[in-house]
């Protein structure tokens, strides 16, 4: 497994958590460590970690986001999903946010403020990471630095994988409205994790929320890991699950990932259903990951 050097990395501690951050690539959360056991509960992809200054262009959005892919927890804005244009400006896949390298404003053992602008949309953004206990929080600020209203995409595109993840887990939400993306086929239960290599793949929107929450227990971990957020701004969730379900490019088989995704939009949303900030606006976001025991 490739792992970014100690140079390109902040970390963050509590008792229970070890929090690993790329600052020179999205703002990532590369690792989500359990300090009990080891277990990191985030998904590596096959290739890893990367430096992205070393990965050519590949000529196409989506190959060159996946390309720099290395699993973990990313931001999506000001885009999500496929590319699409803008007032004659091209938002990539998944946007440009996990792509550029952001600052670091601030550091301490248990927490980090990174920053950045973005160039194909007018926003400032700010991460606020806190590990306490068997919390990590993070709250972020997209802010309109322009005259003129800006329709924003936003997903925390946060991803799990094995060890922690195995066909013994188990998933719950709050979500009352489970609905396949466009393609897929339709969820029987949620709860059901599939093994890897089942030859599956969902995609599904989460909608319905008051109290917005996922979580997966993992039997085999010893622990669970849940995700909540505040439904001001990411009113609903991304479901994305890939168990050897697609045998070409990019994953040849080889993923075996759950992904929990708190989302502004939908899915299958378009520029009509994009929430727009308003001129010289702001949102703020609050995510909580935390650890459970069973």
Same mark, same amino acid.
């Given at each position: 497994? %490739?792992?970014?050097?100690?140079?390109?990395?902040? =970390?963050?501690?509590? @008792?229970? /958590?070890? &929090? *690993?951050? !790329?600052?020179?690539?999205?703002?990532?959360?590369?690792?989500?460590?359990?300090?009990?056991?080891?277990?990191?509960?985030?998904?590596?992809?096959?290739?890893?970690?990367?430096?992205?200054?070393?990965?050519?262009?590949?000529?196409?959005?989506?190959?060159?986001?996946?390309?720099?892919?290395?699993?973990?927890?990313?931001?999506?804005?000001?885009?999500?999903?496929?590319?699409?244009?803008?007032?004659?400006?091209?938002?990539?896949?998944?946007?440009?946010?996990?792509?550029?390298?952001?600052?670091?404003?601030?550091?301490?053992?248990?927490?980090?403020?990174?920053?950045?602008?973005?160039?194909? %949309?007018?926003?400032?953004?700010?991460?606020?990471? =806190?590990?306490?206990? @068997?919390? /990590?929080? &993070? *709250?972020? !600020?997209?802010?309109?630095?322009?005259?003129?209203?800006?329709?924003?995409?936003?997903?925390?595109?946060?991803?799990?994988?094995?060890?922690?993840?195995?066909?013994?887990?188990?998933?719950?939400?709050?979500?009352?409205?489970?609905?396949?993306?466009?393609?897929?086929?339709?969820?029987?239960?949620?709860?059901?994790?599939?093994?890897?290599?089942?030859?599956?793949?969902?995609?599904?929107?989460?909608?319905?929320?008051?109290?917005?929450?996922?979580?997966?227990?993992?039997?085999?971990?010893?622990?669970?890991?849940?995700?909540?957020?505040?439904?001001?701004?990411?009113?609903?969730?991304?479901?994305?699950?890939?168990?050897?379900?697609?045998?070409?490019?990019?994953?040849?088989?080889?993923?075996? &990932?759950?992904?929990?995704?708190?989302?502004?939009?939908?899915?299958?949303?378009?520029?009509?259903?994009?929430?727009?900030?308003?001129?010289?606006?702001?949102?703020?976001?609050?995510?909580?990951?935390?650890?459970?025991?069973?």
């Amino acid at each position: 497994m %490739a792992v970014p050097p100690p140079d390109a990395t902040l =970390v963050l501690r509590s @008792p229970q /958590l070890e &929090v *690993v951050l !790329l600052p020179g690539k999205g703002a990532d959360v590369y690792s989500v460590i359990d300090r009990a056991s080891g277990i990191d509960v985030l998904f590596r992809s096959p290739w890893g970690w990367r430096d992205p200054a070393t990965v050519p262009p590949m000529g196409d959005s989506q190959a060159d986001w996946l390309a720099r892919y290395p699993g973990g927890w990313q931001l999506l804005v000001p885009n999500a999903g496929p590319e699409r244009e803008y007032d004659g400006v091209l938002r990539g896949f998944h946007g440009e946010a996990a792509l550029i390298a952001w600052n670091v404003d601030e550091h301490t053992a248990g927490t980090a403020r990174l920053s950045a602008d973005l160039t194909t %949309a007018p926003l400032h953004l700010e991460r606020d990471f =806190v590990a306490d206990g @068997p919390d /990590l929080t &993070v *709250v972020t !600020l997209i802010r309109n630095t322009s005259p003129r209203p800006v329709p924003v995409m936003c997903v925390e595109h946060a991803a799990f994988g094995a060890p922690f993840l195995d066909a013994r887990c188990r998933l719950d939400t709050s979500a009352r409205r489970i609905a396949a993306a466009a393609g897929y086929d339709e969820i029987v239960d949620i709860a059901v994790v599939p093994p890897a290599g089942a030859q599956r793949s969902v995609f599904a929107g989460l909608s319905g929320f008051d109290d917005a929450w996922v979580s997966i227990a993992s039997p085999s971990a010893g622990f669970g890991i849940r995700m909540a957020w505040d439904t001001t701004t990411l009113r609903h969730a991304w479901l994305w699950e890939e168990a050897g379900g697609v045998l070409g490019y990019p994953w040849f088989g080889r993923a075996y &990932v759950a992904g929990v995704e708190p989302a502004n939009v939908l899915p299958d949303d378009g520029p009509a259903e994009t929430p727009v900030l308003g001129a010289y606006q702001e949102w703020r976001t609050r995510v909580t990951l935390s650890r459970f025991e069973l």
